[in-house]
């Protein structure tokens, strides 16, 4: 496979929240997320999740500057017990939903996630 990025533009309302879909849908693993905060305030969370299914793949709070991250999430046997140790890249099939909390009114930025994977774009409407 092949690491492909999903890029997410973000700009909060007056508020300071964004909720954004990607334009693509993602198949694969999600390896890292760069977070370029923009102009956002310093307070910002940032949460990633598969769109349809929930999946959390990245959630970080107080992200005052720019910065990328690995991903990674706990590993689970085969009764759903965490494995001590033991982390895996979450695997996503669907487009991913970037909500941005604490960020300041009408600030915006830019998150990229990086996937070992495929994506296919997404026509607009749906």
């Given at each position: 496979?092949?690491?492909?990025?999903?890029?997410?533009?973000?700009?909060?309302?007056?508020?300071?929240?964004a909720d954004?879909?990607?334009?693509?849908?993602?198949?694969?693993?999600?390896?890292?997320?760069?977070?370029?905060?923009?102009?956002?305030?310093?307070?910002?969370?940032?949460?990633?999740?598969?769109?349809?299914?929930?999946?959390?793949?990245?959630?970080?709070?107080?992200?005052?500057?720019?910065?990328q991250?690995?991903?990674?999430?706990?590993?689970?046997?085969?009764?759903?017990?965490?494995?001590?140790?033991?982390?895996?890249?979450?695997?996503?099939?669907?487009?991913?939903?970037?909500?941005?909390?604490?960020?300041?009114?009408?600030?915006?930025?830019?998150?990229?996630?990086?996937?070992?994977?495929?994506?296919?774009?997404?026509?607009?409407?749906?």
């Amino acid at each position: 496979m092949s690491i492909r990025k999903v890029v997410i533009p973000f700009t909060t309302n007056g508020s300071g929240a964004a909720d954004t879909l990607s334009e693509v849908a993602a198949f694969g693993e999600v390896v890292a997320v760069n977070i370029d905060t923009g102009d956002a305030a310093s307070t910002a969370d940032f949460t990633i999740t598969a769109n349809e299914t929930g999946v959390v793949v990245f959630n970080k709070t107080n992200i005052a500057s720019d910065v990328q991250y690995p991903v990674r999430t706990p590993t689970y046997d085969t009764t759903g017990t965490a494995i001590t140790g033991a982390y895996s890249a979450p695997v996503v099939a669907e487009r991913l939903r970037l909500v941005v909390a604490q960020g300041g009114a009408t600030k915006s930025g830019v998150v990229t996630v990086y996937v070992d994977g495929d994506l296919t774009p997404i026509g607009r409407g749906s």
